[in-house]
């Protein structure tokens, strides 16, 4: 946290704007070796936020998907999700996958339903590698992410439904969204 902070103090006092998402690339990558040179999940679960943190912001604020570090987060994240073979680091990758691609989907394809085409990779990622401890967090959170993607593509993206006049639209989304925890709480739960 210090390195990075490092960074954007020195860019700030010699007055460096910010065009690019390069200190993020930077830190994440300071961040990746510094896991591999001593693992501890802190290190990576600081590492996979710094990365993810550095995507919004290149996506909040230049309006730019930068490839690079989504580069960096698949390979050097993602090598180590394939190497330690821990439920909660591959829970918490296929989470920050899907952020980050939600990013994507929203700021530079301008369709919503290009989402679903990424979810879809990512449960036949979950498919293809055998492994417990990854495939099950892949096809886990892909499949809850797809039936919110469907649960707002049906209640929220109607066109021709007007819920401002239906009190009947607000209770059943109410149970859905209770419907959408408690699913989250089984799967994290078992």
């Not at 070796?33 to 501890?40: G, V």
């Not at 990365?51 to 050097?76: E, K, P, R």
């Not at 920050?96 to 700021?107: E, R, S």
């Not at 339903?113 to 096809?139: D, N």
Request: aromatic residues 18%; proline residues 2%; hydrophobic residues 60%.
């Amino acid at each position: 946290m210090v390195f990075g902070a490092g960074i954007f103090l020195t860019g700030q006092m010699y007055h460096y704007t910010m065009n690019n998402v390069f200190a993020f690339i930077v830190w994440g990558l300071a961040a990746f070796l510094l896991y591999t040179s001593r693992p501890n999940i802190m290190i990576y679960l600081t590492g996979l936020a710094i990365v993810t943190t550095g995507t919004i912001y290149g996506l909040s604020n230049m309006h730019a998907f930068d490839w690079w570090l989504f580069a960096l987060f698949i390979v050097a994240y993602g090598s180590v999700v394939w190497t330690q073979k821990r439920l909660m680091i591959s829970y918490i990758f296929s989470i920050a996958y899907l952020i980050q691609l939600l990013g994507f989907t929203l700021d530079q394809l301008n369709e919503f339903y290009w989402f679903g085409l990424f979810i879809l990779l990512l449960y036949v990622v979950g498919l293809i590698i055998k492994t417990h401890p990854i495939s099950q967090p892949f096809q886990r959170v892909s499949l809850l992410a797809m039936f919110i993607f469907v649960l707002i593509q049906t209640m929220l993206m109607e066109l021709s439904f007007n819920p401002e006049h239906h009190t009947v639209y607000y209770i059943v989304l109410l149970l859905l969204i209770i419907l959408v925890l408690l699913l989250v709480i089984t799967v994290m739960i078992s």
